[in-house]
């Protein structure tokens, strides 16, 4: 004999438009406003007084805050009222107060945030960015449009990326970090603007990277910042270093596809 499906639990004081899709188990709490083309899906959870605007997917069992804003246009004055995305995966804990826009046609016209992401008060995805997996921006920390944060970054509160910046997989940003470069994998930075403090060696122990693994990261850290080389011949040593290692190619194809340069 098959279980009955969760049912929805709708507060009658939400304002949900007929166009928006919702899965079986959403809880909308009381004054949340959910739009047309705003797709939620099964075990999601709106607070009282969030706002969600489409075009927007979200996937499942993520929880929103009260007075989240999720979905609304984008603040680039280039935008022109065109059809944008916002695409949010599961298991995402998106708190009070926080703004995510969608896309812009300048760029691929979405913006997209994975999966097991922790956005605490007050933090900002702005247009066109695009967040990873595991990420945790503390509170107030703020993305200008067409940033990319990869898997198991953290951005402390007070943090800024500035427009078109890549932080890479497993940073760290100290608390007001101003970052106006792409911040390499596995690298600490902060300050004003931001500078390299060395691996980001406690965030890689909890995430099991073994002492080889580390000392690995930490010779081409030096290779990177401590050796004196220029970055051109830094990242041929790192590329040449990346052939039978994983971690050294994670950086190497970072430094390849880096636009903006790095943090230096």
Known sequence: MHSAAPLNVIDPRAVIDPAAELDEGVVVEPFAVIGPHVQIGKGSEVGPHAVIRGPCVIGRDNQ?????????????????GETTYLEIGDRNTIREFTTIHRGTVQDQSVT??????????????????????????????????????????????????????????????????????DVPPYVMVGGHPAKPHGINAE?????????????????????LYAAG?????????????????????????FLDLSERSIIR
């Open 64 to 80: 929103i805050f009260q007075f989240a804003s999720i979905g609304e246009d984008p603040q680039d004055q280039k935008y022109g």
């Open 112 to 181: 997209t945030v994975g999966s097991d992401n922790l956005l605490m008060a007050y933090t900002h995805v702005a247009h066109d960015c695009r967040i990873g997996n595991h990420v945790v921006m503390a509170n107030a920390a703020s993305l200008g449009g067409h940033v990319r944060v990869d898997d198991w970054a953290i951005l402390g509160g007070f943090s800024v990326i500035h427009q078109y910046c890549r932080v890479g997989q497993h940073c760290f940003a100290a608390m007001g970090s101003i970052v106006s470069k």
């Open 203 to 223: 965030g890689l122990r909890r995430r099991q990277f073994s002492p080889k693994r580390l000392a690995t990261i930490k010779r081409a850290y030096k290779i």
């Open 229 to 253: 080389l220029p970055l051109a011949a830094a990242r041929e040593e790192i590329a040449a270093a990346a052939s039978d290692n994983e971690e050294l190619r994670v950086l190497a194809d």
